[in-house]
T-cell receptor, first 116, second 115 residues
Framework: QKEVEQDPGPLSVPEGAIVSLNCTYS??????FMWYRQYSRKGPELLMY????GNKEDGRFTAQVDKSSKYISLFIRDSQPSDSATYLC????????????????FGQGTILTVHP | DTAVSQTPKYLVTQMGNDKSIKCEQN?????MYWYKQDSKKFLKIMFS???????INETVPNRFSPKSPDKAHLNLHINSLELGDSAVYFC??????????????FGSGTRLTVV
């Protein structure tokens, strides 16, 4: 079993829909949770960064972390065709001095298409 | 003004050859990484360096040898290339403190095809 599980989709929604993307994980040492967006043939781009449990909002994006359930989510409101990309969750236990020092463990990525 | 830049973007080479990929970051970060993304888009860490010191070395064949001449550069040399090495290789950098990794930024990737 992978440390981080993410449904690869693909997920197809109409423009304006609310999109919900999720990951589950098994390593209770993870404390830092990120969501990346990756367009085709580009590098991953950091969207959201959350430490420990809680919610974080940035424009149309909301990230939620529930450490008790080992479950994280990304919500996209009013989705746009420009949101069409692969969304990757990533997690880290890695602080300075720790053995996993900054290492990110990724989910497989969910392919999202928002059609006009 | 590119934050993390890698060269080359594309690399097509024959089995058995040796090749290098270069990476530079201008963000002032203290830690740099190599990640490999396979055909199913799964990203996995290979190495990390902090201030030129190797910190993480995942179970990567020793045909792969990273080198960090200074904290702004991290290169990856691959010997005796195999078909299974075909993938996209991403360089990344971040600042790692007691409060965790910040500013994690990826380059645009090097697409390696071994024929």
């Amino acid at each position: 079993q992978k440390e981080v599980e993410q449904d690869p989709g693909p997920l197809s929604v109409p423009e304006g829909a609310i999109v919900s993307l999720n990951c589950t994980y098994s390593n209770s040492a993870f404390q830092y949770f990120m969501w990346y967006r990756q367009y085709s043939r580009k590098g991953p781009e950091l969207l959201m960064y959350t430490y420990s449990s809680g919610n974080k909002e940035d424009g149309r994006f909301t990230a939620q972390v529930d450490k008790s359930s080992k479950y994280i989510s990304l919500f996209i409101r009013d989705s746009q065709p420009s949101d069409s990309a692969t969304y990757l969750c990533a997690m880290s236990a890695g602080r300075a001095g720790g053995t996993s020092y900054g290492k990110l463990t990724f989910g497989q990525g969910t392919i999202l298409t928002v059609h006009p | 003004d590119t934050a993390v830049s890698q060269t080359p973007k594309y690399l097509v080479t024959q089995m058995g050859n040796d090749k290098s990929i270069k990476c530079e970051q201008n963000l002032g970060h203290d830690t740099m990484y190599w990640y490999k993304q396979d055909s199913k888009k799964f990203l996995k860490i290979m190495f990390s360096y902090n201030n030129k010191e190797l910190i993480i070395n995942e179970t990567v064949p020793n045909r792969f040898s990273p080198k960090s001449p200074d904290k702004a550069h991290l290169n990856l040399h691959i010997n005796s290339l195999e078909l299974g090495d075909s993938a996209v290789y991403f360089c990344a950098s971040s600042q790692v403190s007691q409060a965790g990794p910040y500013g994690y930024t990826f380059g645009s990737g090097t697409r390696l095809t071994v024929v």
